[in-house]
Nanobody, 120 residues
């Protein structure tokens, strides 16, 4: 069984920074990609950033250099450093992971979500 545990959300003032973490645990053989999505009230879930095995990354257009995704393969962990936060970044942020278990089964998993609130 594979689990994802997110942490790092909270309340921050506009212009501030937060760092989100997502750690995978359980019977993971390898992870092919880990990503952060977000969903604001009344809006659809959207991709924030993705890191693929090998290190390739992509970001949502709205990021515009403010966020950085990074990972620790040994710990099956991905981070999202968010700088210059804006009120419109307020959302529930979800971690997503795709990979293979030790029994060689593919998996795709979502974390429980961590709330980011940007407000003065």
């Amino acid at each position: 069984q594979v689990q994802l545990v997110e942490s790092g959300g909270g309340l921050v003032q506009p212009g501030g920074s937060l760092r989100l973490s997502c750690a995978g645990s359980g019977t993971i053989f390898n992870i092919n990609a880990m990503a952060w999505y977000r969903q604001a009230p009344g809006k659809e879930r959207e991709l924030v950033a993705i890191m693929r095995r090998g290190g390739a990354t992509n970001y949502g257009d709205f990021v515009k250099g403010r966020f950085t995704i990074s990972g620790d393969n040994a710990k099956n962990t991905v981070y999202l450093q968010m700088n210059s936060l804006k009120p419109e970044d307020t959302a529930l942020y979800y971690c997503n992971a795709e990979g293979v278990t030790r029994s060689l089964r593919n998996f795709e998993l979502w974390g429980q979500g961590t709330l980011v609130t940007v407000s003065s």
